[in-house]
């Protein structure tokens, strides 16, 4: 039997909807869930049925910024989710903006905000629906982690979060974990040039893998790439303060980079590169001419 899924949208620019039709095997989910809306695929009924009706589905996916006087269909986004949040069995947050705020979070629109968050606050306009909610960050998300997140509940599998409801099969480890510039960061070799496909992006060019949760090298994108393998900074898209200023610079005091990789201590990174900058790895230099 087919699961029935609701895709509404807050302040969102459908970066959500549209990775989601790269999805290789969407045929194949199709088969499986049966959206009864979404923006862009064809469904069983309309906006404005949806908003102006109750209809039954089992799991409410909900893309952009949620603000108390934006409104779809005449009807405010608040009061939309409020119909449908009480009655479904899971609420996912699709996107960095849906769980955090995102860029709309600055709109001139009142209180935007994150489904639970508001960058790392918990806030408490939804906070009765909170044991309900799988937060899918990322901007965009990448279509194989929703779709798999999706399967889970389909399934009832047993789906650990982290502290903001991420789920740890994809969350739990860092956008660096499986990048394949770690070498030169390893040995401090740096990167000159976007688009370079040697070099480390993190001293000089502001990469925000190695603090980022995120699958994006172990699952790559349309199976082929992601942001780093290119030659670019990951921008740290599927974490709360994302997005920040700056974002291809690498903010530093007396030369040390102000945010170090997740649970590195200062003293320990001092001592590490002081010892990597000691060797003078030829064949890393060479590659890089």
Not at 267 to 288: D, H, M, N, P
């Amino acid at each position: 039997m087919k699961t029935k899924v609701l895709w509404i949208q807050g302040l969102a620019c459908n970066g959500n909807a549209h990775s989601f039709l790269t999805y290789s095997k969407l045929e194949q989910f199709l088969d499986d869930f049966e959206f009864i809306y979404h923006p862009i695929i064809d469904s069983k009924f309309t906006l404005s049925d949806i908003v102006n009706n109750f209809c039954e589905c089992e799991i409410l996916l909900i893309e952009g910024s949620i603000a108390d006087d934006y409104k779809r269909s005449h009807k405010s986004i608040v009061e939309i989710i409020k119909l449908y949040a009480p009655h479904v069995k899971k609420i996912v947050t699709v996107g960095t903006c849906a769980t955090f705020g995102g860029i709309f979070k600055d709109s001139p629109y009142e209180n935007s905000s994150g489904f639970l968050y508001l960058e790392k606050e918990k806030i408490d306009k939804f906070l009765e629906y909170e044991d309900k909610v799988i937060s899918v960050s990322g901007c965009p998300v990448h279509p194989e982690v929703l779709v798999n997140t999706l399967y889970m509940i389909k399934d009832k599998l047993e789906l650990p979060i982290d502290t903001f409801h991420r789920p740890k099969e994809f969350f739990s480890f860092t956008v660096h974990n499986g990048c394949t510039r770690n070498e030169y960061f390893e040995y401090k070799v740096d990167n000159h040039n976007f688009g370079e496909k040697e070099g480390c992006m993190f001293y000089d060019h502001g990469c925000q893998a190695p603090f980022t949760n995120g699958s994006c090298n172990k699952i790559l994108w349309n199976e082929v790439n992601s942001k780093t393998r290119v030659g670019q900074p990951c921008m740290g898209c599927t974490e709360p303060e994302f997005p920040r200023i700056n974002l291809y610079e690498t903010k530093k005091n007396m030369g040390i980079p102000q945010y170090l990789p997740f649970g590195v201590p200062k003293r320990a990174y001092l001592t590490l590169s002081g010892v990597a900058k000691a060797f003078k790895i030829s064949r890393l230099e060479e590659e890089l001419f």
